[in-house]
């Protein structure tokens, strides 16, 4: 999803957490420059200062090959993570010059030696080569939205890049598994048309919401997800029932993406 700000890191997160919970072995790839799910998970100096990152390992100017991509895995206690680099910023520049760029990450995801239930890739918030090289890599796109009607041309123009992906590269289908309606205000509800909209364009059962709630920030601010998030130790007041309703949200995704497993 090519729009800033609508909860893409916010939801890789916290669906990462979710089927962590529930005994699966996640991988979540930060391919977005600006590292949010990175410094969202609190890996800073990873972020800044780490020796290699995904540039090492896309582009033939470090020293890394795409069967190194293990090298960049960061055990976190919910899920490993490749972590985004200040360095990878270099790379949608070099990505789309290169012939195959697009493809790059899909190739090292491929040669990974560790054996994941799920991979899910974070994107940057822009239709460039990394957020092609994410749909080439999954064939597989979760849209998440704020609940409005902006939604539908950012959705149009993801499905028009999508289109050129495929024309362009014949061999892969990518597949839209649903949309997630992100920060749904906790008093209204979502409007009729735009929720009708949703329902006819990706199907009924495929549109996720999750409420905007401060809990959701508060788990981010302590460095986990929504499932690990300790309201005692974070300091906050805890409002139980907020933490449930989110986790409730998440555990209906994780229960869809578990029927790909
Ligand atoms: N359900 C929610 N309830 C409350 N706050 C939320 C919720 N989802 C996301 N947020 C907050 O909204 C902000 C934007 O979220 P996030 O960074 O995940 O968006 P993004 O799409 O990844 O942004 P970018 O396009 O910059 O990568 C963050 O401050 C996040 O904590
Ligand atoms: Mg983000």
């Not at 290169?98 to 190739?107: I, M, Q």
Request: charged share 30%.
């Amino acid at each position: 999803m090519q729009k800033g700000g609508v909860g893409k890191s916010t939801t890789t997160i916290n669906i990462a957490g979710a089927l962590s919970d529930r005994g699966h072995d996640v991988l979540v790839v930060d391919a977005d420059p600006q590292g949010g799910a990175t410094l969202k998970m609190g890996l800073r100096d990873e972020y800044r200062s780490s020796e290699h990152a995904l540039f090492d390992i896309l582009s033939d100017m470090g020293q890394l090959t795409y069967d190194d991509l293990d090298q960049l895995i960061v055990e976190t206690d919910e899920f490993d993570i490749i972590p985004s680099h200040l360095k990878n910023f270099n790379l949608e520049k070099y990505l789309y010059s290169e012939a195959g760029g697009h493809e790059a990450l899909r190739k090292a995801v491929d040669r990974l030696d560790t054996e994941y239930d799920l991979i899910l890739i974070d994107s940057p918030p822009n239709l460039g080569p990394l957020s092609d090289g994410a749909l080439i890599a999954s064939e597989n796109v979760l849209f998440p939205s704020h609940p409005n009607t902006i939604a539908r041309d950012s959705l149009e123009i993801l499905f028009d890049e999508i289109e050129t992906i495929e024309t362009k590269f014949d061999q892969y289908d990518i597949k839209t598994m649903g949309a997630v309606l992100n920060e749904v205000p906790s008093q209204g509800n979502v409007a009729r048309e735009v929720e009708d909209w949703f329902f006819e364009t990706f199907g009924e059962d495929y549109v996720f919401k999750v409420p905007e709630r401060d809990v959701v920030e508060h788990a981010i601010e302590f460095r986990t997800s929504i499932f690990q998030y300790d309201p005692d130790e974070a300091g906050y007041p805890w409002d139980e029932d907020a933490q449930k309703d989110v986790m409730a949200s998440y555990n209906r995704i994780a229960n869809y993406l578990e029927e790909f497993l």
